[in-house]
């Protein structure tokens, strides 16, 4: 089969497209014929070496979309959709023409979505999930401060939140993305970091109070704003230092406004993790409350390497891959 493979970690340029086996199903395991394939911005990461414990060699991608080919005969035929911390990291991933996965691992994909539209899913809405539900326990009414609402788990985040019954405030960064954010549903306000007026946004949209959920998908650089936005008895759950690894806390501030701060690695979520998540997620998007990222961009498998070197120079919009394998 066609593979995404790699024997070292090296720069996205050097990637190429291998012919490997199709994965050997042990006991337990399941055989996915995969359609399409997300690519995330950790998938540059993991290819260029930057997760630690990384398995090699491997076949690289976390997300996908496909059908159970092996396995067991309840399973056959079933369209899937999947993610995990592992995947493409630890054990080979999705960025094949297939894949083998726990059985733990299957989640059946909502009929409302096509294997493309399953495919931008996983990273996204399992990270916007795991921060606003399992982590901050958003609830309706509450307001949700979401930093890099233009991007991908900003713009699930947002999605997500407005589901829930929670109001948006939109931290983005200039007047291109704020085109951008203004028309999803839930948003509220939108501040920026041009501008440096996230407070003064925050607290006029809550009527002084300040918001309930901050989501920190940037690092250090937005830190102190987005805690000074913060209600008493505001959470914060930060799940990058892609812009700051390092920020000055004042423990007095902290305590006696009584934020709490929480973190989030979704690596840390394997595909059997993120497969309890995708259930949780479908009826979801089979209600309509929740639509999938629009696609900015597709390959065909064999032009993987030019696909990821488009994720690589942030050049915007959700980049899947399609393949051919049974077809």
């Known amino acids: 089969m066609k593979a995404l493979y790699i024997e070292r970690h090296g720069a996205v340029g050097d990637l190429k497209i291998s012919d490997v086996p199709v994965p050997v199903v042990k006991p337990g395991d399941v055989l996915v014929r995969v359609e399409a394939a997300g690519i995330n911005p950790s998938d540059i990461v993991s290819v260029e070496g930057r997760f630690p414990?990384?398995?090699?060699?491997?076949?690289v991608g976390r997300d996908f979309a496909g059908v159970v080919v092996e396995g067991p005969q309840e399973l056959?035929?079933?369209?899937?959709?999947?993610?995990?911390?592992?995947?493409?990291i630890e054990r080979d991933g999705t960025h094949a023409e297939y894949l083998a996965i726990p059985r733990q691992a299957v989640a059946l994909r909502p009929?409302?979505?096509s294997a493309e539209e399953a495919a931008t899913v996983g990273v996204p809405f399992i990270a916007a999930y795991s921060a606003l539900v399992t982590l901050a326990g958003v609830e309706s009414g509450e307001w949700v401060i979401v930093s890099g609402a233009a991007g991908a788990v900003g713009h699930a985040a947002t999605e997500l939140a407005n589901a829930?019954?929670?109001?948006?405030?939109?931290?983005?960064?200039?007047?291109?993305?704020?085109?951008?954010?203004?028309?999803?549903?839930?948003?509220?306000?939108?501040?920026?970091?041009?501008r440096t007026n996230l407070e003064s946004v925050v607290r006029q949209a809550t009527d002084g109070r300040g918001g309930d959920v901050a989501l920190n998908g940037v690092g250090g650089s937005v830190m102190g704003s987005m805690l000074s936005a913060l209600a008493v008895g505001g959470r914060m759950v930060?799940?990058?230092?892609?812009?700051?690894?390092?920020?000055?806390?004042?423990?007095?501030?902290?305590?006696?406004?009584?934020?709490?701060?929480?973190?989030?690695?979704?690596?840390k979520l394997n595909a059997s993790a993120c497969a309890a998540i995708l259930n949780q997620l479908a009826p979801m998007f089979d209600s309509g409350a929740l639509t999938p990222l629009p696609?900015?961009?597709?390959?065909?498998l064999t032009e993987a390497p030019k696909a990821y070197q488009?994720?690589?120079?942030?050049?915007?919009?959700?980049?899947v891959l399609i393949m051919t394998a049974g077809k």
């Open 53 to 59: 414990h990384a398995a090699l060699p491997r076949i």
């Open 310 to 319: 488009q994720v690589a120079a942030h050049k915007g919009g959700k980049v």
């Open 295 to 300: 696609v900015g961009a597709r390959y065909p």
């Open 76 to 88: 056959l035929g079933c369209k899937v959709w999947g993610s995990g911390g592992d995947l493409g």
């Open 164 to 194: 829930k019954g929670a109001h948006v405030i939109a931290f983005i960064k200039d007047a291109s993305e704020e085109v951008r954010v203004r028309s999803l549903a839930g948003v509220r306000a939108v501040a920026r970091t041009d």
């Open 111 to 113: 009929a409302s979505l």
């Open 238 to 267: 930060v799940y990058s230092a892609a812009e700051g690894r390092e920020f000055t806390l004042d423990l007095l501030s902290l305590y006696r406004r009584q934020v709490r701060l929480l973190g989030l690695d979704t690596q």
